[in-house]
């Protein structure tokens, strides 16, 4: 389902940029700032990284590190993927979705050259919508299900409404589950 749109016609042209000597402080209060969910870490502008939301999360407030002498290189992920700016949108939609990322950096020739969000693909190419919601993880219902003992809905299996159990990754009824 190519869209015949590339990359570079949907990507945020200025991203906001960070060095990995950078203090994590000053990223978050960097991000802050500049209203984003992400910092590209680079050496001038060649790509060594990026720190995310769930990078600030997971590896420092869960770590319980010191912000004010850790720096952007001990949060962040090195090695990102990335993509070209000639990439056609849904291409890099379906990236996204198999890499478990919300933003991708753009790189030409080494060099970071923007950033692509979904939301960036959504404002221009609304259809692609259902290829990201394929990709979410409804983890609410198995919360739910735990506090309840049990899950109503439709089996995997059978397709028959009433009491379901989780087996492995699929909800089923009594009658498939056995």
Request: glycine share 6%; proline share 3%; aromatic share 6%.
């Amino acid at each position: 389902m190519k869209t015949g749109i590339k990359v570079i016609d949907a990507m945020t042209t200025s991203p906001v940029f960070a060095k990995a000597s950078d203090s994590v402080h000053s990223c978050v209060q960097k991000m802050i700032k500049e209203n984003v969910g992400s910092l590209i870490v680079a050496d001038g502008r060649k790509l060594i990284g990026i720190i995310t939301e769930k990078d600030l999360l997971t590896k420092a407030l869960g770590n319980e590190i010191n912000i004010k002498t850790a720096r952007a290189e001990s949060v962040m992920t090195k090695n990102p993927v990335f993509a070209s700016p000639e990439l056609d949108l849904y291409d890099a939609m379906i990236l996204m979705k198999n890499e478990e990322i919300r933003r991708l950096p753009i790189v030409r020739n080494g060099n970071v050259v923007g950033l692509l969000t979904y939301k960036d693909i959504l404002s221009i190419q609304p259809d692609l919508y259902e290829i990201r919601i394929e990709g979410f993880k409804i983890r609410e219902n198995d919360r739910k299900s735990k506090l309840r003992g049990s899950f109503e809905g439709n089996c995997y299996s059978c397709s028959s409404y009433g009491p379901l159990t989780k087996i492995g990754r699929k909800w089923l009824c009594d009658s498939c589950k056995e």
